[in-house]
């Protein structure tokens, strides 16, 4: 899209006003230069502070942004392009209340804007299922008390969480939150993320039982301090969400945690390109449906 940004000093350099971020969506909307829709005519100007390219022969307006994800934004091109690079580069990412201060916009707009790129994150996500020898268990996030399963999960929210274990090393990862952990939401979950007839590990909890079904499934009761040993890196995975969570948002509730999961692992599975990772969000951006929001409960 342009040249390598490897900081975000490079990245806000780049994208330093509106002009400069309208001609990076219309060179991936129009590869080939800009068309008028009407008339076919390719020269025209734009008129920035719209999001709106006139044709010069016909003067009808086309809009930049209509049908991605900046589609009817209010806000200046600059602030979601800023935003993009925070979510999308840094594995602490960034809370609504940092973004009101680092872009000055309200604390509401600010987490409409986190939520739809999460929603863009998750869309990307489901593209991809896992192979290979996976570790896959259930935990409870979220929530001010410590507890697992059914006990001292008060406010708490049920994921089921997938790892790619292969050559010893943790490959990609899946990851839902559930109303329960049951056979249902456990055979759901496995058939969006997994591809069929894979080896999955588990710890023998009941409801795991079912991957039988379309996978080679290895359960083993295992006692706690040995259970690291068995499921080491989906461990680490839920852990390591645990504490995003924590550092990040001080407790999430479980109405919006499917998201804060997609963002986690977005970022996650492209840890090893993470140089790229924002200018590929941006392209899945401009590339992305329009995402319509109810408005945030707080
Ligand atoms: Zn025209």
């Given at each position: ?29 129009w590869?080939e230069g800009f068309c ?6 390719n ?256």
């Amino acid at each position: 899209m342009q040249a390598k940004i490897t900081n975000f000093w490079e990245w806000q350099q780049h994208f330093s006003d509106e002009k400069t971020c309208l001609e990076a969506i219309i060179k991936q909307r129009w590869p080939e230069g800009f068309c008028c829709p009407r008339c076919n005519h390719n020269k025209g100007w734009l008129l920035k502070t719209r999001h709106v390219f006139e044709c010069s022969d016909c003067h009808h307006h086309t809009s930049i942004t209509a049908g991605t994800l900046f589609h009817n934004t209010k806000l200046p091109l600059v602030k979601w392009f800023w935003c993009i690079y925070w979510l999308s580069s840094d594995k602490g990412s960034i809370s609504a209340l940092r973004l009101t201060k680092l872009i000055g916009v309200s604390w509401v707009t600010a987490q409409r804007m986190l939520r739809k790129l999460r929603v863009t994150m998750g869309d990307q996500n489901s593209l991809y299922k896992l192979t290979g020898t996976i570790e896959l268990d259930d935990a409870f996030v979220g929530g001010k008390h410590k507890g697992k399963r059914s006990r001292g999960a008060e406010g708490k929210t049920a994921i089921l969480v997938a790892c790619e274990s292969n050559n010893g090393k943790p490959g990609f990862v899946a990851m839902k939150a559930v109303p329960n952990v049951d056979k249902e939401n456990v055979r759901t979950f496995a058939q969006e993320s997994i591809e069929p007839g894979q080896t999955l590990n588990t710890d023998a909890f009941r409801a795991l039982n079912v991957l039988t079904e379309e996978h080679h499934h290895i359960a083993k009761v295992t006692p706690p301090e040995a259970v690291d040993e068995w499921l080491p890196w989906v461990h680490i995975v839920i852990s390591n969400f645990k504490s995003y969570l924590l550092g990040t948002y001080h407790g999430v509730s479980g109405q919006y945690m499917q998201e804060y999961l997609d963002e986690f692992c977005y970022r996650l599975n492209r840890r090893f390109w993470e140089e790229q990772t924002p200018n590929r969000l941006l392209r899945i951006c401009i590339d992305h449906k329009p995402v319509f929001l109810k408005p945030v409960v707080c």
